[in-house]
């Protein structure tokens, strides 16, 4: 970007010479964007605790049930057999999350993503609330044990794990559903042992993560904030700093004329005592910048003290502070936006045929044909029918197009809502509707008198008929 040292991209700024972690004490932020950001993270919290509580039709809102193998999405249930939608689904998401960041930077990460919010926007300010704001923080770090000390640091503990207990519940909650939560709070967790212990696992994790953890689990486990090498190119909008207006930096001298012009960042140190990954965002775009703009209040409310133009750090590409370009639409942008939509057309379309119920018809495996002593001949087939409905639907099976009868092999065929059922019968034909050795057939699932979906098959017969 400009001729500023790139020695700072050497190591990472929580990490000393030595190897240790260097904690980084953030001074609390304040300012525009950081009371947004907190109405964000606020009506955030709020869905993110609210969901789990809203029912559509006795079912959850959203539920992501790994275990059994079934996602409920606005109320929708989807089976493994729509794995093809979520990964449509997954692709999507992908090329949007690519594209958002070759324009936008990481303004997810800054805004939405769940570490930061949490960490941020909870945790950090049960900190500020227990502990001050950054230097009564380090004071009482580097302070002996003492009775203000265990207060302080006990009442931080349990405030950390409490939270992090209800978080991996309403986690927990997403995945089994609210009324399985409840259902075993109300039961005694001790007696559902095989949930109580991976929730207090994740508690614990949750507890680390937020206890110590921190902004590494952005800066060297978060694979979306790896990837920003590759994504970011100089017409991307990050948070940056205006090095054209800015440098040559120097404090300001109240009574001298100062030797050389001097750009307008009078080197306070503002921007990177508020910095929650301690680097300082006038060395440039780097990995540990999650976008969260505290520097950005901070260095707006030094230019307003020094009376001169708010923005030196602000939401800008590198062509933009460069040459004062604005966003330019780039092949790039255009190649991912066609991606998307065209993504978006098959996921639609794919969603709107998509079936109830769906049907698998299989012949009996090693069986040929049947004479029957009619004459007929016969074929024995296997079928599997899911159900996606809340409905109980007694099911018709018919030839469509064929001449022929299916017999169905025991009771008659019920599907139970969200279930899947299984069912053997034949199809029966006479020799002059059996042309040859392998015959097409289709057969169409009905429930009471209504198509619900159909089905090619083969049927094999003796042939030369
Ligand atoms: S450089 Fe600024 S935007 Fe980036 S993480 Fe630090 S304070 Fe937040
Ligand atoms: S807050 Fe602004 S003026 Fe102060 S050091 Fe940072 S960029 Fe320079």
Known sequence: MSELNDEFRD?????????????????????KLYNARTIVSYLYLLVFFALPWIKVNGEPLFMFNLIERKFILFGTIFWPQDFFLFVIAMLTFMVFVVLFTVVFGRLFCGWICPQTIFMEMVFRKIEYWIEGDAEKQKRLNDAEWNKEKVLKRGAKFFAFFGFSFIIAHYFLAYIIGMDAVVQYMSEGLVN??????????????FFAVYWRFREQACIIVCPYGRLQGVMLDPNSIVVAYDYVRGEPRGKMKRHAEPEKKLGDCIDCMACVKVCPTGIDIRNGTQLE???????????DHIMESVHKPTGLIRYASENNIARSEKLKVTPRIIAYSVVLVALVAVLFA??????????????????????QEDGRISNLYNIKLINKTRNTMPVELKLI????????????????????????FF??????????RKNKIEIGVYSKGEKLDDVNTNFMGPGGH
């Open 401 to 424: 197009g064929t001449n022929g009868e299916i017999q169905v092999v025991g009771k008659s065929i019920v599907m139970q809502p969200e279930s899947a059922s299984d069912a053997v």
């Open 427 to 436: 199809v029966i034909m006479d020799k002059q509707d059996i042309p040859h």
């Open 192 to 205: 559902h042992i095989g949930t109580f212990i991976p929730l207090v696992v994740f508690s614990f994790v």
């Open 350 to 371: 794919l969603m709107l045929t998509r079936k109830d119920v769906q049907a698998t018809v299989m012949r009996a495996q090693g069986m040929l044909f049947q004479k």
């Open 289 to 299: 910048c999650v976008n969260c703009t505290a520097c950005i209040d901070a260095c």
């Open 11 to 31: 190591s990472i700024g929580t990490i000393t010479a030595e190897g240790d972690r260097k904690w980084i004490f953030a001074k609390k932020p304040f300012g």
